[in-house]
């Protein structure tokens, strides 16, 4: 059963760490955050919206379009970030 209103502690630890937290829960986070930019809002995106969303904002290409000159296709886009020839 969900609770009205409960937003779990990970959300402003993000915040905390000088992250921008991605926030799937309750529809009233916006009153509980400093400011509507301090977080991203994926309680009405799609999966794919929101990797097409945090892809252009890390500046990194979608899966299955990063390529490693020694392995080829990456087998673990999340970490993709990490590899020297995708910067």
């Given at each position: 059963m969900a609770v009205p209103d409960y937003v779990s502690?990970?959300?402003f630890e993000a915040l905390?760490?000088?992250t921008v937290p991605v926030?799937?829960?309750?529809?009233?986070?916006r009153k509980f955050m400093p400011a509507d930019?301090?977080?991203i809002d994926?309680?009405?995106?799609?999966?794919?919206a929101?990797?097409?969303l945090l892809h252009r904002l890390?500046?990194?290409a979608p899966m299955g379009q990063v390529r490693s000159p020694q392995y080829g296709t990456a087998g673990a886009p999340h970490l993709t970030h990490l590899l020297p020839w995708d910067r």
């Open positions: 502690e990970k959300a905390f760490a000088g926030y799937r829960g309750t529809n009233s986070i930019d301090a977080f994926a309680n009405d995106m799609t999966a794919p929101l990797a097409a890390a500046g990194t």
